[in-house]
């Protein structure tokens, strides 16, 4: 299994604001994904992330607001920007194993905007 | 498309009892399908999986078959504690580069 740790654990915005989240792993891997899990939800993926190419954004999530960059195998950071009390949420990373076909996940990031 | 439906919750059960949550899936050919289980104020942990129709996981004394002909996937403890409080996902992964898809989650409450 691959050891993923998110900076910061959590943090209190203020509207209208920035806010980049780091996830580090303890392995190269190819694939990285972010997550999004608002209160009480389950999990929707936001985007994959494959180093050297562009992140693949799912339906409803837009590069303009969730930015994401992959620099390496085992770095990536999601930017949520300009931020509503409407983007609090936990920001969760994950890594997909290989061979296996297993998916870990970091330990999240809690946001709130205020 | 594919999907993943559990059953909700909350459910709540005094420590020692049965536990099951349900666990259905629609997806076209064979997924593997897992179970994760989040702690108050922490991550998702994968707790079992299996890759194919018949496969047992296990996990902490968690089971869950894969049964393709009902395609299903529940849950079950024979005796749960008060530290197994926590929501667990059911999901589901077409192959090894797809996405994996997400039930909505079971809250589990376990009373002393």
């Known amino acids: 299994s691959a050891v993923i740790s998110q900076k910061p654990s959590r943090d209190i915005c203020q509207r209208g604001t920035s806010l980049t989240i780091q996830c580090q792993v303890d392995?190269?891997?190819?694939?990285m994904f972010w997550y999004r899990q608002q209160p009480g939800q389950s999990l929707t993926l936001i985007a994959t992330a494959n180093q050297g190419s562009e992140a693949t954004y799912e339906s409803g999530f837009v590069i303009d607001k969730f930015p994401i960059s992959r620099p390496n195998l085992t770095f990536s950071t999601l930017t949520v920007s300009n931020m509503s009390p409407e983007d609090s949420s936990i920001y969760l990373c994950s890594v997909s194993g290989t061979p296996t076909n297993e998916q870990y996940f970091g330990p999240g990031t809690r946001l709130t905007v205020t | 498309g594919n999907s993943v439906t559990q059953m909700e919750g909350p459910v709540t059960l005094s420590e020692e009892a049965f536990l099951t949550i349900n666990c259905t899936y629609t997806?076209?050919?064979?997924?593997?399908l897992f179970w994760y289980v989040q702690y108050p104020g922490e991550g998702l942990q994968l707790l079992l999986k299996?890759?194919?129709?018949?496969d047992k996981g296990s996990n902490k004394g968690f089971e869950a078959t894969y049964r393709k002909e009902t395609t299903s996937f529940h849950l079950e403890k024979g005796s749960v504690q008060v530290s197994d409080s926590a929501v667990y996902f059911c999901?589901?992964?077409?192959?090894?580069?797809?996405?994996?898809?997400f039930g909505q989650g079971t809250e589990l409450s376990v009373k002393p």
């Open positions: 999901a589901l992964k077409r192959n090894q580069g797809g996405k994996l898809i």
């Open positions: 299996a890759t194919k129709a018949d």
């Open positions: 392995s190269q891997v190819t694939m």
């Open positions: 997806a076209t050919g064979y997924p593997s």
